[in-house]
């Protein structure tokens, strides 16, 4: 109980002590050499004056005091840090780092410090970051001081509120006041004030806090507050957990639709099922390596705008490959699926062996630009960027690409032989090379994701070969041919997933999800949204 009492007694003379006008710097040496004297109280009264100047340069003597780094010279009574040399010790100025000479183990005494010093400095410590003009520093220090809970800083943090402008910052420092004082030998009224502010602020991390206050009290009116607060936190994060899942489920049922959007065009349009739609991917992914490495070591300052160089690069790689499979495989092997599921699956060998061979097999790193880097939260939701942006990237493609379809003569004459290819070409239609283009659209789109993709899996040969299964599931439980299915159908397998994974795991939710699909098509043979026409309905 003493010892409370005077490091009580320390933190309210730091309190009193910081409202006088900071020293200067040069009058540092003399309050530092004040940390040499004898008696650990006399130690923390020093402690006390050093943060009473709000001198920035205070911080590293007291993190050196408190680590044990701090010799005071017997001869004068100066106070040094001191680290081992040859024959002795080097001598350095704590405030400034500047070389102080040396000296021998007989010319200086370690200056030992106590708990009381130590949480002496901790306070002083706050005291300097908490008053800082400098907002990330007392942003920071609150946080901390929430972590910590320490009751000694009560009345730095009662100050500290006072004075803060930032709202932000002085919500942290009020819930770093209610861990402090739920720590604290307070009245029980003074603790269940604390725990409301708590609950107010809810979170994972206000969870540990109650748990140990609900464990560590006596049957009482504390002990049933933190208990009725957990309730109600827990229950909260249920909900925002439920939010969390739908948002990975959209994030990953983005990443479907890019992939399997240009699968849903070239398999509606000719029925071909193409087994090399996932090396398309690939070869995006790639051309983005190459463009950011040529641009990493010509023009660096382009780097964030990578990603807008990448694009029509990849869109034109992978659709040129494509138009050339089309032409000079599969347009042999039309009527024959079979068939055509053998050669495509041989193409993507080849294909997925001159990357390996050109490449090498290992990963290859590709970067985030600076506007997809890092993440921001909204309530409980942790959101980052690069998914946010891919969620909106893949709904602009398929925007665009409804568009392409619907408002353009290309489009029209696709939809045409969609529908009745017969007839299509019966009315001047060039049908093999609406099949050539729209095979090369599809696969520029695919390679399109390729550059999405790059930004969230590692960049391998073997990157396609994830998602062209996931993408034929997307287009036969969408509705074959039909962009409206493929994204109703991408966004709903998607939250499905991440709502089976916390309970079934990856792998067993997946084979939950294949089963429903399966179940499905038995009612459903054509899908969500089938197609229409005179051909289809024959």
Do not use: C
Request: net charge positive.
């Amino acid at each position: 109980m003493i010892s409370r009492f005077k490091t009580l007694l320390a933190t309210l003379a730091l309190v009193v002590l910081a409202a006088i006008p900071g020293a200067h710097a040069d009058d540092l040496k003399p309050l530092v050499d004040g940390l040499g004297k004898s008696g650990y109280a006399a130690i923390r009264e020093a402690v006390g004056a050093l943060a009473a100047t709000g001198d920035p340069a205070v911080a590293p003597v007291l993190q050196s005091l408190s680590a044990g780094d701090l010799y005071v010279r017997k001869s004068d009574r100066a106070v040094f840090a001191a680290t081992k040399a040859e024959g002795g010790f080097k001598l350095t100025d704590p405030a400034t780092g500047a070389d102080a000479g040396t000296a021998t183990s007989g010319e200086i005494d370690k200056i030992k410090v106590n708990n009381a010093v130590r949480e002496t400095v901790t306070t002083a410590l706050g005291s300097l970051t908490l008053m800082s003009p400098d907002i990330a520093k007392r942003r920071s220090a609150a946080a901390d001081m929430f972590r910590n809970g320490d009751p000694a800083q009560i009345p730095l943090l009662d100050q500290a509120i006072t004075k803060e402008t930032d709202p932000g910052i002085a919500a942290t420092l009020q819930l770093a006041r209610a861990a402090a004082v739920l720590k604290s030998d307070q009245p029980d009224a003074d603790k269940i004030a604390a725990i409301t502010v708590l609950q107010t602020k809810g979170g994972r991390d206000v969870l540990g806090q109650l748990t140990a206050i609900e464990a560590s009290s006596a049957d009482g009116a504390v002990k049933t507050a933190a208990a009725n607060a957990l309730s109600s936190i827990r229950g909260t994060l249920k909900l925002w957990d439920g939010a969390q899942n739908i948002l990975y489920g959209v994030s990953l049922g983005s990443v479907l639709l890019l992939a399997a959007i240009g699968l849903a065009i070239t398999f509606g349009v000719m029925g071909v099922i193409n087994m090399a739609h996932g090396e398309m991917v690939m070869l995006g992914a790639y051309t983005t390596f190459v463009v950011q490495e040529l641009i990493r070591n010509n023009v660096p300052w382009l780097f964030d705008w990578s990603l807008a160089i990448a694009l029509p690069l990849a869109f034109l790689v992978a659709g040129l490959v494509g138009v050339l499979i089309e032409r000079m495989v599969i347009r042999y092997l039309y009527g024959r699926p079979l068939e055509t599921l053998l050669a495509t699956w041989g193409v993507s060998l080849i294909l997925q062996q001159a990357v390996r061979t050109w490449f090498g097999p290992n990963n290859r790193e590709v970067g985030n630009p600076s506007w997809m880097s890092g993440a921001f939260e909204l309530g409980n939701l942790t959101i980052t960027y690069n998914r946010m942006w891919i969620v909106v990237f893949s709904l602009v493609v398929f925007a665009a690409l409804m568009l392409v379809l619907k408002r353009t003569a290309f489009g029209l004459q696709t939809r045409a032989v969609t529908q009745n290819r017969p007839m299509a070409s019966s009315m001047g239609i060039r049908t093999p090379w609406v099949d050539a283009l729209t095979f090369g659209l599809g696969s520029g789109i695919a390679g399109i994701a390729g550059v999405a993709l790059s930004q969230i899996d590692n960049v391998s040969p073997n990157l396609g070969q994830g998602y062209i299964i996931d993408s034929f599931m997307v287009v036969v439980f969408g509705g074959v041919g039909n962009l409206w299915g493929t994204l109703v159908g991408a966004f709903t397998l998607g939250i499905a997933n991440k709502f089976l994974e916390p309970y079934a795991g990856a792998v067993l939710g997946k084979i939950l999800v294949l089963v429903f699909i399966i179940l499905f098509i038995q009612k459903r043979p054509r899908g969500l949204f089938a197609l229409k026409g005179r051909a289809v309905e024959a």
